[in-house]
């Protein structure tokens, strides 16, 4: 089975500032820590204040079962809030080379 990188592109809501959003984000990130088939995540914030939230899986079933997870999960409301929700677009995408990430 091959790795699997979820890609979320989004903005803020109306009202979020960054420390806002950057606050939530400790409990998405004690929520990650729980799902199986985490590899690595990197949330970063773009030139015009939007954000790209990178995640890698095990596998695509994995990645799938917590993005379900991530909808019912407590740990995940204050980061959802804080989220445009018109403003997202994720995508799957299936790893066909890659190279280590020291950092």
């Given at each position: ?46 030139e015009d204040a939007s954000y790209v939230d990178i995640v890698y899986w095990q596998d695509m079933a994995l990645a799938k079962k917590a993005q379900q997870a991530f909808y019912s999960s ?30």
């Open positions: 089975m091959s790795n699997v990188v979820e890609i979320v592109n989004f903005k803020l809501a109306n009202g979020t500032t960054h420390q806002d959003f950057i606050a939530s984000n400790e409990q998405m990130e004690s929520f990650l820590k729980e799902q199986e088939g985490l590899l690595y995540r990197t949330l970063c914030e773009k407590p740990l995940c409301q204050m980061f959802a809030q804080n989220i445009d929700k018109e403003s997202v677009q994720l995508e799957h995408v299936k790893v066909i080379a890659s190279q280590g990430c020291e950092g």
